[in-house]
């Protein structure tokens, strides 16, 4: 009986010994995060392991590399990458004692002709906002400007990757980005901020109606984004006389003579806002 025990105590020994060794074995850290390459520039990485009977062995189990990159039993991958995007596949690592481990690896090809990227039309003196997404990788970017400059007012956040401020200037703003994340440059980003000028009513005379007669006007603005609409905000129209909401027209007839004074205001899709008082007189 103390035979046996002394043989059980000396199996849970060896046991305590050698299983920590085979579960350490494995990918180091950094196989796991290859860095990102370009498209048609050369591309160099090797896999390691750590701990168990070296020498390793590598070979790819399921998946695939990035087009134009191959993979020697060393876990030297290389080659001048074809594509842009991300692949993926299983790594498989065994050494002499057949200890064997898999992990899931991932590779960015990042294309160096630059991504357009569509942006909201702004508006001098009004908030900005456009947020700039990355075709491929992982959180977290970074962002930086690479080619332009930014209108003044705006900047962007080169962690969010947001555009904003309060445009200072009017004008049409071609811009590039570079983007890249802790495994290395990405795809970069082309877009083009265009500033409209201020909103600002442009009419600053009105024609003279006459009692009784067809009247047709328009009130027009320069400047702003998107649709405008009209209204009397002071004072008020000769009775007979309308203000259409859309266009901005003064439409009908007179019924009165006399002078009349009213304030118009126009505003557009950002919120921008412009008045102007006129004064009106109507003929007998």
């Excluded at 596949?89 to 357009?116: M, Q, Y």
Aim: hydrophobic share 45%; net charge positive; glycine share 12%.
């Amino acid at each position: 009986m103390m035979r046996f025990l002394q043989l059980f105590c000396l199996a849970v020994v060896l046991a305590a010994g050698i299983v920590p060794s085979a579960a350490a074995f494995g990918f180091t850290d950094e196989s796991l995060l290859p860095p990102n390459g370009l498209v048609g520039h050369s591309y160099s990485f090797k896999l390691n392991a750590r701990n168990g009977c070296p020498p390793y062995m590598f070979l790819i189990d399921s998946g695939n590399l990035p087009p134009g990159l191959s993979m020697a039993p060393s876990g030297q991958i290389s080659g001048t990458a074809a594509a842009a995007g991300t692949w993926s596949f299983w790594g498989d690592v065994t050494n002499v004692c057949h200890d064997h481990s898999e992990r899931l690896i991932s590779i960015t090809i990042a294309d160096t002709k630059p991504v357009r990227v569509p942006v909201p039309l702004g508006e001098v003196g009004r908030p900005f906002s456009a947020p700039i997404t990355p075709t491929e990788g992982t959180a977290p970017y970074r962002w930086s400007v690479a080619s332009g400059t930014l209108p003044a007012g705006l900047a962007i956040d080169s962690v969010q990757g947001t555009i904003t401020g309060v445009p200072a200037t009017a004008g049409r703003f071609p811009l590039g980005f570079a983007v890249s994340n802790d495994r290395g440059g990405l795809t970069p980003q082309a877009l083009t901020v265009e500033v409209a000028s201020r909103l600002a009513i442009a009419t600053t005379k009105l024609a003279r109606p006459i009692v009784g007669r067809a009247y047709a006007a328009k009130v027009t603005v320069r400047g702003g984004v998107g649709a405008v609409t009209w209204r009397v905000v002071r004072g008020a129209l000769p009775r007979g006389i309308r203000i259409d909401r859309r266009s901005g027209a003064l439409l009908g007839t007179a019924r009165h003579a006399g002078t009349f004074r009213f304030t118009v205001a126009a505003r557009d899709t950002l919120g921008a806002a412009s008045t102007r008082t006129f004064i009106l007189v109507v003929h007998a």
